[in-house]
């Protein structure tokens, strides 16, 4: 069971995964029951933006919010007024997915009249095995970073251990001993730990200590098959 605020604004460094967390996130949420949006405020990164996912989103009636069609893909700051109303008036689950380290969490700062009238889970994805959030220092760097572009605090991690095609299951374990340490440095809590269905028949609940969010890879190479959702 994830306990998790109405609103959920992902962040974090570029690579750590968050628009694939964001997205498979969004589709867990949504096949539980719950009413779900998802805001692409990823507006300074052009790979792997939730707006690649859109065909699938909508395939389950997931609404998603997106930067105007003629800007689609522009690598431009472009926010919709539509983020605002999510923000405003938030479904069950709202997702903001966010661009990366502090020229990605900058926009939220734009938000902030909105955002201060809400209680959010504002969640950082850690992956030890990317550059820049491999060692605890890096990790907190890559916090306050966010903090300060954001103005908001962040309130909770996403464990991300993998290494995509070349994880294994040392990997994940390993990556979240990585995380835990990090979350008792900071005195956040572990919100759910993101791994590939793949691994699933290998795991039991007292690997972790917190929920597990399946991970179907829908944001591929174009060489790459997407998982069906």
Same mark, same amino acid.
Request: charged share 20%.
């Given at each position: #069971?994830?306990?998790?605020?109405?609103?959920?604004? &992902?962040? =974090?460094?570029?690579?750590?995964?968050?628009? %694939?967390? /964001?997205?498979?996130? /969004?589709? @867990?949420?949504? !096949?539980? =029951?719950?009413?779900?949006?998802?805001?692409?405020?990823?507006?300074?990164?052009?790979?792997?933006?939730?707006?690649?996912?859109? *065909?699938?989103?909508?395939?389950?009636?997931?609404?998603?919010?997106?930067?105007?069609?003629?800007?689609?893909?522009?690598?431009?700051? !472009?926010?919709?007024?539509? &983020?605002?109303? #999510?923000?405003?008036?938030?479904?069950?689950? +709202? !997702?903001?997915?966010?661009?990366?380290?502090?020229?990605?969490?900058?926009?939220? /700062? /734009?938000?902030? %009249?909105?955002?201060?009238?809400?209680?959010?889970?504002?969640?950082?994805?850690?992956?030890?095995?990317?550059?820049?959030?491999?060692?605890?220092?890096?990790?907190?760097?890559?916090?306050?970073?966010?903090?300060?572009?954001?103005?908001?605090?962040?309130?909770?991690?996403?464990?991300?251990?993998?290494?995509?095609?070349?994880?294994?299951?040392?990997?994940?374990?390993?990556?979240?001993?990585?995380?835990?340490?990090?979350?008792?440095?900071?005195?956040?809590?572990?919100?759910?730990?993101?791994?590939?269905? @793949?691994?699933?028949?290998?795991? +039991? *609940?007292?690997?972790?200590?917190?929920?597990?969010?399946? !991970?179907?890879?829908?944001?591929?190479?174009?060489?790459?098959?997407?998982?069906?959702?």
């Amino acid at each position: #069971m994830f306990n998790l605020e109405k609103i959920i604004i &992902i962040v =974090g460094n570029y690579g750590s995964g968050k628009t %694939e967390i /964001a997205v498979n996130l /969004a589709i @867990n949420r949504k !096949i539980a =029951g719950l009413e779900v949006r998802i805001g692409d405020l990823d507006l300074v990164n052009p790979y792997f933006r939730t707006r690649d996912a859109l *065909n699938q989103l909508n395939s389950l009636n997931i609404d998603v919010v997106i930067p105007p069609t003629e800007y689609f893909y522009a690598d431009l700051p !472009i926010l919709s007024p539509k &983020i605002s109303g #999510m923000i405003k008036s938030p479904s069950p689950c +709202t !997702i903001l997915d966010v661009g990366g380290e502090k020229a990605g969490s900058a926009v939220l /700062a /734009a938000l902030g %009249e909105y955002l201060k009238l809400q209680t959010a889970s504002v969640l950082q994805v850690v992956n030890p095995f990317r550059p820049f959030s491999d060692t605890i220092k890096g990790c907190f760097k890559i916090l306050e970073g966010v903090e300060s572009a954001s103005k908001l605090k962040i309130n909770g991690l996403i464990a991300n251990p993998n290494l995509i095609d070349d994880t294994k299951l040392e990997t994940i374990e390993q990556g979240y001993e990585f995380v835990k340490a990090f979350a008792d440095k900071t005195s956040l809590p572990i919100k759910f730990i993101a791994i590939s269905e @793949n691994f699933l028949p290998k795991i +039991t *609940n007292e690997n972790f200590l917190c929920p597990i969010l399946p !991970i179907k890879r829908q944001l591929v190479p174009p060489w790459k098959e997407k998982v069906k959702i």
